[in-house]
């Protein structure tokens, strides 16, 4: 929030709503004047947001807009505003949705493999990359996006299980993974699903790419002297952020060896931080899902 230096009058932007505790925070310090818009893709996210947003002290009426921030040029059409002072990006699944077991995210309750983060408008979901994709994709997706280092391994007893019978649920998985990992592999390094969950959710919901579609199209928005947060929970999720607002900062594509710059690309940032802000030892006893945070912070300069 600091970061993010919001004062009345603000254009403020969660392109990660969830439950809008960020938001909430964010509309006390924007009031009275300021503007609220908050994007969410989760019909679940969005109703528990506008309850929570229904009594903040702002003139005018937040703009909830349902939709995918990787489509956020489309999102902000919409909200008919010429620019955005300041954004924040809070990665990943939210607690309620990770309280659901029907959403099929977590590897603690067994429910179908789904982990669409909107059912309403995805087909793919998990159960359909675990049965078809081809072994050796399927150890590529655990590997790239879980850094999973028995990708291979697990790729190999889902297939062969899927000969048998098709893997449909949470709980089947583990069981394949939990088979698939050494036990002495297992006793370090957290749940032995955790990192397979990650990589699942990543492809299904093609993560990635909407990471580096919504960064490009918020930094665009902003206005000069705007403020953008991105807080990540994955390391190739960080790695994104970092490239990006270093491209952006240093955009020049001229050889090292040219005296000076003749491809005339100007730096549209200002990175804040060298070093990603992590959480104190204090908030991740607090709340154990802060552990991985990661927070990064730019700023958008005068263009001419
Ligand atoms: C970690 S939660 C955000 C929590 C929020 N900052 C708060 O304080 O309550 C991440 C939210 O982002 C949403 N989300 C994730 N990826 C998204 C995307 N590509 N487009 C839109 N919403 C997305 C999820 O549905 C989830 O509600
Ligand atoms: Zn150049």
Redesign the pocket.
């Known amino acids: 929030m600091e970061a993010l230096n919001l004062h009345d009058g603000t254009v403020y932007l ?11 925070e964010a509309a006390s310090r924007i009031a009275p004047s300021g503007t609220l818009i908050g ?4 019909d679940m ?1 969005l109703e528990a ?1 506008a309850q929570r947003l229904g009594t903040v002290p702002l003139d005018s009426e937040p703009i909830l807009l349902k ?4 489509d956020l040029d489309d999102l902000l059409l919409e909200a008919r505003v010429p620019g955005i002072d300041a954004v ?1 990006f ?8 990770f309280d659901f077991p029907e959403r099929g995210f977590s590897y603690r309750e067994d429910a179908p493999l789904d982990m669409r ?1 909107d059912p309403s408008t995805q087909t793919l979901n998990a159960a359909e990359i675990i049965n078809t994709y081809n072994e050796a994709d399927l150890a590529r997706v655990l590997r790239d996006y879980g850094d999973e280092k028995w990708a291979a391994r697990i790729a190999r007893f889902v297939c062969d299980e899927r000969r048998e019978r098709p893997v449909e649920t949470t709980f089947q998985l583990v069981d394949l993974i939990k088979r698939a990992i050494p036990a002495k592999a297992r006793r370090t390094g957290g749940h032995p699903a955790k990192r397979t969950f990650q990589a699942l959710r990543v492809e299904v ?1 093609h ?1 990635m790419d ?2 580096r579609r ?1 960064l490009d199209a918020a930094i665009r928005w902003l206005n000069p002297g705007g403020k953008i947060a991105v ?1 990540s ?1 994955q390391s190739l999720e960080d790695k994104i952020v970092k490239e990006v607002f270093k491209k952006m900062q240093d955009p020049c594509t001229c050889p090292p060896d040219f005296p000076v710059c003749v491809c005339g690309k100007k730096p549209v940032l200002k990175v804040e931080t060298r070093k990603p802000i992590t959480p104190s030892a204090e908030e991740i006893e607090r709340n154990q899902r802060a552990h991985s945070a990661r927070l990064r912070v730019a700023t958008k300069l005068e263009t001419n």
């Open positions: 969660d392109c990660t709503l969830g439950g809008a505790g960020h938001s909430l994007v969410d893709q989760d996210a947001a939709g995918n921030f990787g924040l809070d990665l990943g699944v939210s607690s309620p949705q983060m919901n993560e909407v990471l919504g807080i929970y």
